[in-house]
């Protein structure tokens, strides 16, 4: 536990470095701090400075949690601000709940879940950092926490969540036709029972489903009809009732 304590600072320090150095060297981010929520906040015209002043803040708190050795008071500054973060995410979401937070990228995504588990997570890490005991991180530990931190940002989602998607569709393909050995006899019922052909053959129908099978992309569904055999050719690939045909032998 000393060991997972005594890494919180350098995760703490990490992340507020990220946050700080974006908004005060970002351009883009600048720029669009305008149309995020601390504008509502703050007013249009106050949103850079106030983004600049936040990002110092970041900065001299990494600072201190980075600085040798490590007071209790570098804790509670980094507690103080990441309850702001959810304290500002908690307006964000009431106030302007279309726009961005303006955290750490130009992303124009309202505030969701995970930028309050984000600031929850850093919360927690800064409680602990504050009564971390002296002793060596655990390399493991930071290197946890971070992975979790940046998928927790939204803002990075176009550098691994987007490519990973892409590629889940690629591989699934779920838009893709199945093969005729794929297509469940449930969803030919279902082609078959929408057609004309079945529609006009129905009256003379007395069982259910007596066999069917697969020829040439068709699906051959049998059905008895008084006395007689019903058998409906329903095409495989196909999902126009029209292309239904019966035959009554």
Do not use: N
Not at 60 to 81: E, F, I, K, S, W
Not at 209 to 233: K, N, P
């Amino acid at each position: 536990m000393q060991g997972i304590a005594a890494s919180q600072p350098y995760v703490i320090a990490v992340f507020l470095l990220w946050a700080g150095l974006v908004k005060l060297f970002g351009r883009r981010m600048r720029a669009q701090a305008g149309r995020t929520a601390l504008a509502r906040l703050t007013g249009p015209a106050r949103a850079v400075p106030a983004l600049l002043l936040v990002g110092l803040a970041e900065l001299a708190v990494a600072a201190a949690l980075l600085a040798p050795p490590l007071h209790r008071v570098d804790g509670v500054a980094a507690a103080l601000l990441s309850a702001g973060f959810l304290a500002y995410l908690a307006y964000a979401r009431v106030a302007a709940p279309a726009s961005s937070c303006g955290c750490l990228g130009t992303h124009s995504r309202p505030v969701d879940l995970r930028a309050f588990a984000r600031a929850g997570l850093l919360l927690a890490a800064s409680l602990l950092a504050a009564t971390a005991p002296a002793g060596p991180a655990l390399p493991a530990v930071i290197m946890l926490e971070a992975v979790v931190l940046l998928a927790l940002s939204a803002e990075l989602d176009r550098y691994w969540l987007t490519p990973l998607r892409r590629l889940l569709v690629r591989v699934r393909r779920p838009l893709a036709i199945p093969p005729p050995a794929d297509v469940p006899l449930e969803t030919s019922l279902h082609l078959l029972r929408r057609s004309l052909a079945y529609c006009s053959a129905s009256a003379q129908l007395s069982s259910d489903v007596l066999e069917s099978w697969d020829e040439d992309g068709t699906r051959f569904v049998v059905y008895g009809a008084r006395g007689r055999t019903a058998v409906f050719a329903v095409p495989l690939a196909g999902d126009d009732p029209a292309d239904v045909r019966v035959a009554l032998v």
